[in-house]
């Protein structure tokens, strides 16, 4: 089966621009996550989605990150304007609905200079 | 709140040794923990978790050891292979939501 797609790959910006982040979960997967994983540390969840709705967005700095599954599929992250502390992996993530095992995608790194 | 650590940063290991990667939790009330695996440039990788109420679960060439009394979960590597080298994650979870500690990095020696 295929993975979770995410892209761009990688991006740079300069702080107060903007930019976003495309996810495409595994078919099916009901349960989508956004993580951002600052180099060095492990993965910090940033919203939760249960098909379109969101779940969990506690973490999430609602100041200048947005998320969205509209169609409860794919999913968009962004963040705007950006600063210079949110230069991390932006990583994707997907499981069957009630399941334990969630499936990564490559990440998207970010640069902000 | 949840914390997750690990006791080293980096693990050398040789070639067909066995590997040993601990990690400390302080929530007692998780339902199960997960050990993934990231190589540099990809996403984590699924390696294996354990539910709560066991203390030992084997997988092909791994084992996680869970001891809740001192909050402590292993995991072990039979025969660690090049392949092996990556950044190890403990993380625990409760509601489908995880919460990962920092990273140990294992480097295998050829």
């Known amino acids: 089966e295929a993975g979770v797609a995410q892209s761009p790959r990688y991006k740079i910006i300069e702080k107060r621009q903007s930019v976003a982040f495309w996810c495409n979960p595994i078919?099916?997967?009901?349960?989508l996550y956004w993580y951002q994983q600052i180099l060095g540390q492990g993965p910090k969840l940033l919203i939760q989605?249960?098909?379109?709705?969101?779940?969990?967005d506690s973490q999430l700095p609602k100041d200048r990150f947005s998320a969205e599954r509209l169609k409860g599929v794919d999913s968009t992250l962004k963040i705007q304007p950006a600063k210079l502390e949110d230069s991390a992996v932006y990583l994707c993530?997907?499981?069957?609905?009630?399941?334990?095992?969630?499936?990564f995608g490559p990440g998207t790194r970010l640069t902000v200079t | 709140g949840e914390s997750v650590g690990l006791h080293l940063p980096t693990l050398s290991v040789q070639e067909g040794d066995n590997s040993i990667i601990n990690c400390a939790y302080s929530?007692?009330?998780?339902?199960?923990f997960i050990w993934y695996k990231q190589e540099s440039g990809k996403g984590p990788q699924f390696i294996i978790d354990?539910?709560?109420?066991?203390d030992k679960r084997q997988g092909q060439r791994v084992t996680v050891l869970l001891n809740k009394t001192v909050k402590h979960l292993s995991l072990q590597i039979a025969a660690t292979q090049p392949g092996d080298s990556a950044v190890y994650f403990c993380?625990?979870?409760?509601?489908?939501?995880?919460?990962f500690g920092k990273g140990n990095q294992v480097v295998v020696i050829p």
């Open positions: 993530a997907s499981s069957w609905q009630g399941a334990t095992e969630q499936y």
């Open positions: 078919s099916g997967h009901a349960t």
């Open positions: 989605f249960q098909n379109n709705g969101v779940v969990d």
């Open positions: 929530n007692s009330a998780s339902d199960y």
């Open positions: 354990i539910r709560s109420n066991m």
């Open positions: 993380a625990q979870g409760g509601n489908n939501r995880l919460a």
